[in-house]
């Protein structure tokens, strides 16, 4: 799926989201669309939402090229 197709997805996800729990309303006013990430395909990308699981986004973003490296 092109990425114009997967944030379309989300964008209608939210919409029924936001009809379902109106409460959310304040939340979206301030957060507003889900901004896009996008990851290096193939074994690079898995290594880095690995590693974003395990430790927190600024371990895995400095320990990412390492790994990958040697793969």
Same mark, same amino acid.
């Given at each position: *799926?092109? *990425?114009? /197709? +997967?944030q379309? %997805?989300?964008?209608? +996800?939210?919409?029924e989201l936001?009809? #379902?729990d109106p %409460?959310? @309303?304040a939340v979206?006013?301030?957060? /507003? @669309?889900?901004p896009?990430? #996008?990851r290096e395909p193939g074994?690079? /990308?898995l290594a880095r939402i690995v590693c974003g699981?395990? #430790?927190s986004v600024a371990s895995a973003d400095a320990t990412t090229p390492g790994v990958t490296a040697v793969a």
């Open positions: *799926m092109n *990425m114009e /197709g +997967h379309a %997805r989300l964008r209608a +996800h939210l919409v936001l009809k #379902v %409460r959310l @309303d979206y006013a301030l957060a /507003g @669309d889900f896009p990430w #996008v074994f690079a /990308g699981q395990q #430790v």
